[in-house]
């Protein structure tokens, strides 16, 4: 009924009319629809979702140290989820063990990166403690590979994350000799510099880095620092928390609870 | 990537799953190598320029052309090294103000552009008009359009080339002190290594830089001499190991001040760096670098150059003197070249968790290799040559054309 009184009017108007309407409409429409598609582009770009406000959210990742179990099903979801290379000399993401006897002397090993767990411990001394760490590039706040890039094709996002431009990434490689952590390295294929984003292209639409979601002890805790209930926030509030070589006064956003003095 | 699985097997105690491969390798050692190369051929020719040192005229334009030829060659190391050469113009175009190595093309743009090329050309155009002017062929156009049409010989226009090359000298030195210092601190700030961070290492480069090219140019001066079967000139030659006395002991004591005081702080990393002195870097380091790159030729140095009395402690035939001065030459061009080596290749050897140490294996070709290596070593000395038939810096090329201007 509505379409077919629709149709009338329009029967009725002028066909002069009708053309410029048309013409107005598209002289709105143009810079409009330019608009969305710029928009669209950019979401697409940062592989961000619609509306998603990046100055609202600063991330970071707690790791509860006593929590982990070696399993290593956080690096191997995380080379399937990136695709990462799959030789061991590349990863976003490893888990170390540490091993400390009664002599005092550690030792510390990662077997391709813990993906597939470890092998069982064979010193002859006896084991005064031993635990594994998750590690992953700390997203500083003061970050020194970003610093050095020489073409800024490394930056930090608004929400606190630190990225690679590949389009942009000359292949200098001082990034990865700057970041003391080791958590960078030249992907072979693009030969460009690779690093954790914390799942970039998942956080943005509200779903947990894969190390988090697959980990089954809930070693890996990730949040928003921002937002007193988010449950980063919690878990800084009731562990005393660590970060790796705070000397070098790079400020992490990868909290450590219950970190030894041994973890470098 | 089967060279990473076998440095993965070799890998001694624990480092970073993604520090089994080293990504500065031999071309970043050929970079500062050459680039100190420049800077010190400059200085020396600045000390016949501003500081007046008459004796070491006859090296004066030799200094300058190797410096052109090792500068032209700079950056071809650093191009090849980059995974994107395509994308290199980028640290041109949208630089990262913060970043030490996007500062690279504009010192070396300024290096080039405003003191090496300006200088050349005001110390040779007086020559380049009267050359063209007596010359026949290719090279009397080639002379004549380096003048860029500036063809005045009066005594007002010559007297301005001096002084306008001595200025530039000038505002050269702390170029070349800026130019290596660069290079230098490139290394140095990387707070993430210890084994470079270091407040040191820009000056420490610095003084390396000019022995190395002080060393050069005393070597092409005695084999380009020979060859021409001209006199060595032995005041000159004399004078040029005296200096390269003096920069090896001020570049030995900061070495040893950097080493003595790495050793008296004993910093969390010490274990680590002094697992890899005496093992990985035991050759390059102890051996080459500390022993045969620099004690053997301080004591050659001070015993038969006239360096520290203002004559040889021991008295030599000139042919003998010259033999020792060319020997400690090569010796600091390897001990030099073991510099770069150290601070590079063992910046990378062990882990910045300070608990193992790596292997660098070198490839034999590829672009990282040792044939290019070697080939942009031997590169600047063809470039050099090039230079020389076009720009001859020989003191008889100039007296020749005095006496031809008298005459006229």
């Not at chain 1, 809930?218 to 790796?244: C, E, M, W, Y």
């Not at chain 2, 041109?92 to 030490?100: I, V």
Request: hydrophobic share 45%; charged share 20%.
């Amino acid at each position: 009924m509505a379409d077919a009184k629709r149709n009338d009017a329009a029967k009725q108007q002028p066909e002069s009319a009708s053309r410029r309407e048309f013409l107005h409409t598209c002289s709105l429409a143009g810079p409009l629809l330019l608009l969305t598609l710029q928009s669209t582009l950019l979401e697409a770009a940062t592989g961000t979702e619609k509306g998603y406000q990046a100055r609202e959210h600063r991330y970071g990742m707690g790791v509860d140290v006593s929590r982990c179990i070696g399993c290593g099903r956080c690096v191997d979801a995380c080379k399937n989820e990136n695709d990462v290379p799959r030789e061991p000399y590349y990863f976003r993401t490893w888990v170390e063990r540490y091993v400390i006897n009664s002599a005092h002397e550690t030792s510390v090993d990662s077997p391709n990166g813990g993906i597939d767990g470890f092998p069982g411990i064979t010193t002859e001394k006896s084991i005064l403690r031993t635990f594994f760490v998750p590690k992953l590039c700390n997203q500083c706040d003061d970050p020194p590979c970003v610093q050095v890039c020489p073409v800024g094709a490394t930056f930090s996002t608004e929400d606190g994350v630190v990225l690679v431009d590949k389009d942009y990434c000359i292949g200098c490689r001082y990034c990865v000799q700057a970041c003391p952590y080791g958590a960078r390295f030249i992907d072979p294929r693009t030969r460009t510099a690779d690093k954790c984003t914390f799942c970039y292209h998942r956080i943005t639409r509200d779903l947990l880095p894969a190390c988090v979601e697959v980990c089954p002890t809930g070693a890996r805790v990730f949040g928003d620092v921002k937002q007193r209930a988010s449950p980063l926030v919690q878990f800084n509030r009731f562990h005393k928390i660590h970060t790796l070589k705070p000397h070098m006064n790079t400020k992490p956003k990868v909290f450590y609870a219950d970190l030894d003095e041994e973890v470098r | 990537m089967e060279p990473l699985g076998e440095v993965l097997k070799q890998v001694q105690g624990y480092i970073y799953p993604n520090e089994v491969e080293l990504h500065w390798s031999l071309l970043i050692v050929v970079y500062p190598y050459v680039t100190g190369l420049v800077a010190g051929a400059f200085i020396l020719a600045s000390l016949v320029r501003v500081f007046n040192v008459k004796e070491l005229q006859p090296t004066y334009r030799l200094a300058l052309l190797t410096a052109l030829a090792y500068l032209i060659v700079a950056p071809l190391p650093l191009l090849a090294h980059l995974a994107h050469p395509e994308r290199a113009f980028e640290i041109f175009l949208t630089p990262n103000l913060h970043s030490a190595m996007a500062m690279f093309g504009f010192v070396y743009a300024w290096y080039l552009m405003v003191v090496l090329l300006l200088e050349i050309w005001f110390d040779y155009r007086k020559d380049l008009v009267l050359w063209s002017a007596e010359e026949k062929g290719w090279r009397r156009w080639l002379h004549w359009g380096l003048t860029l049409g500036a063809t005045d010989l009066s005594d007002k226009s010559v007297r301005f080339d001096s002084s306008a090359g001595r200025f530039i000298t000038i505002i050269g030195i702390p170029s070349a002190f800026l130019l290596h210092g660069y290079v230098g601190f490139i290394f140095g700030s990387v707070k993430a290594n210890p084994w470079w961070s270091s407040v040191l290492m820009p000056i420490v480069f610095l003084f390396s830089a000019i022995v190395s090219g002080i060393a050069l140019v005393l070597l092409l001066y005695v084999i380009t001499t020979l060859v021409r079967r001209k006199q060595i000139d032995m005041p000159c030659l004399d004078k040029l190991a005296s200096f390269l006395f003096y920069a090896l002991v001020v570049d030995f004591s900061l070495e040893m001040l950097d080493f003595i005081h790495r050793l008296y702080e004993a910093e969390e990393s010490i274990g680590i760096l002094s697992q890899l002195v005496t093992s990985r870097l035991f050759l390059s380091l102890v051996i080459l670098q500390a022993l045969l790159g620099t004690v053997l030729p301080l004591l050659i140095l001070g015993i038969v150059s006239p360096a520290l009395r203002g004559r040889s402690s021991l008295k030599t035939p000139d042919e003998l003197r010259r033999l020792l001065y060319v020997a400690a030459g090569v010796l600091i061009e390897v001990g030099i070249f073991s510099t770069r080596w150290n601070v590079v290749i063992g910046g990378q050897l062990f882990s910045k968790s300070l608990r193992g140490l790596t292997v660098y294996k070198m490839q034999l070709l590829g672009i990282e290799g040792l044939v290019v290596g070697g080939a942009l070593l031997l590169l600047p000395l063809v470039l050099l040559l090039g230079l020389i038939v076009l720009l001859p810096p020989w003191p008889e090329a100039e007296a020749h054309l005095a006496k031809a201007a008298e005459a006229s």
